[in-house]
T-cell receptor
Framework: AQTVTQSQPEMSVQEAETVTLSCTYD???????LFWYKQPPSRQMILVIR??????QNATENRFSVNFQKAAKSFSLKISDSQLGDAAMYFC????????????FGSGTQLTVLP | DADVTQTPRNRITKTGKRIMLECSQT?????MYWYRQDPGLGLRLIYY???????NKGEISDGYSVSRQAQAKFSLSLESAIPNQTALYFC???????????FGSGTRLTVV
């Protein structure tokens, strides 16, 4: 079974600085997808970024980028120029189209942004 | 209106009571899911449904049941609520051409 591990329950970053959230996963599949979701205090699950495993290029969305290391099964999220609105719980998630399209989530990292 | 609507937003219930959490969607998606979120555990799958006649258990289905009343509606029931079912519950939808989910805004359930 696929597992997703986020080893940092909490992290903090100074406003305008850069922070990296870690995620590792375990799978025997070769074609899958990885996601980072943001959950602010409003509880809404917001898709931050998505990475297709078959793509070597790391995904980027504005200030958010990933470092995808397929061989190492690592998928970290880098937030540049951190803003107060980035404070939230961040979940890493794995998705394999053959698994009834179920998302498997990590345990989450609570990010605090310090003014 | 939201694409995926969950009701109620918050609910406090007593141990032993039956409670239903409702989810409706306007996305037209066939696939619907119920997840439970607990601190330190992330989101875990309770049940999922591919269409009205296809319902499947997830990893933590004990103590829960579901009903897919229509393509757009998928309800989660706790037949006899217990305190360790206190959690945040999410409904989500997807379709075969969509990579990823559309989530509702969650129901926070407290069992006292």
């Amino acid at each position: 079974a696929q597992t997703v591990t986020q080893s940092q329950p909490e992290m903090s970053v100074q406003e305008a600085e850069t922070v990296t959230l870690s995620c590792t996963y375990d799978t025997s599949e070769s074609d899958y997808y990885l996601f980072w979701y943001k959950q602010p205090p409003s509880r809404q699950m917001i898709l931050v970024i998505r990475q297709e495993a078959y793509k070597q290029q790391n995904a980027t969305e504005n200030r958010f980028s990933v470092n995808f290391q397929k061989a190492a099964k690592s998928f970290s999220l880098k937030i540049s120029d951190s803003q107060l609105g980035d404070a939230a719980m961040y979940f890493c998630a794995y998705y394999w189209p053959g698994s009834a399209r179920q998302l498997t989530f990590g345990s989450g990292t609570q990010l605090t942004v310090l003014p | 209106d939201a694409d995926v609507t969950q009701t109620p937003r918050n609910r406090i219930t007593k141990t032993g009571k039956r409670i239903m959490l409702e989810c409706s969607q306007t996305k037209g998606h066939d696939r619907m899911y119920w997840y439970r979120q607990d601190p330190g555990l992330g989101l875990r799958l309770i049940y999922y449904s591919f269409d009205v006649k296809d319902i499947n258990k997830g990893e933590i289905s004990d103590g829960y049941s579901v009903s897919r009343q229509a393509q757009a509606k998928f309800s989660l029931s706790l037949e006899s609520a217990i305190p360790n079912q206190t959690a945040l519950y999410f409904c989500a939808t997807s379709d075969p051409d969509q990579i990823g989910y559309t989530f509702g805004s969650g129901t926070r359930l407290t069992v006292v």
